[in-house]
């Protein structure tokens, strides 16, 4: 379990040492990667810094989020969104309950059936 804040601040340049930031940039490259979205749970928005006042753009955090890891590769974040809805928390529960790689094909994994 990673607990993280509200919303972060992000950077300019790339480098930051928020975990949240590092963390929600390996689910956004999962979500890449699978032809899903992770909108609306991960929602850019342009805000102002905390520190200086200026102008900014901030990533507003979803209350909870499951991510799922099978041999240390994430197979899954929930929620997330494809062409047909949003995939919710409960959604990767019953998904990982039933036995199925957690991506949008939904092949079985005999690592994960009962």
Aim: aromatic share 6%; glycine share 6%.
């Amino acid at each position: 379990m990673t607990r993280w804040p509200t919303k972060i601040e992000l950077t300019d340049d790339g480098q930051t040492s928020s975990v949240a930031e590092h963390v929600h940039e390996v689910f956004d490259r999962w979500a890449t990667e699978t032809g899903v979205s992770l909108d609306p749970a991960f929602e850019r928005r342009d805000c102002y810094s905390w520190t200086s006042g200026d102008p900014c753009e901030a990533l507003v955090l979803p209350v909870a989020c499951l991510a799922i890891r099978r041999n240390g590769d994430l197979e899954g974040v929930y929620p997330h969104r494809d062409d047909e809805e949003v995939r919710t928390i409960t959604d990767g529960i019953d998904a990982l309950r039933a036995g199925e790689v957690l991506t949008d094909d939904h092949e079985r994994s005999p690592e994960l059936v009962p």
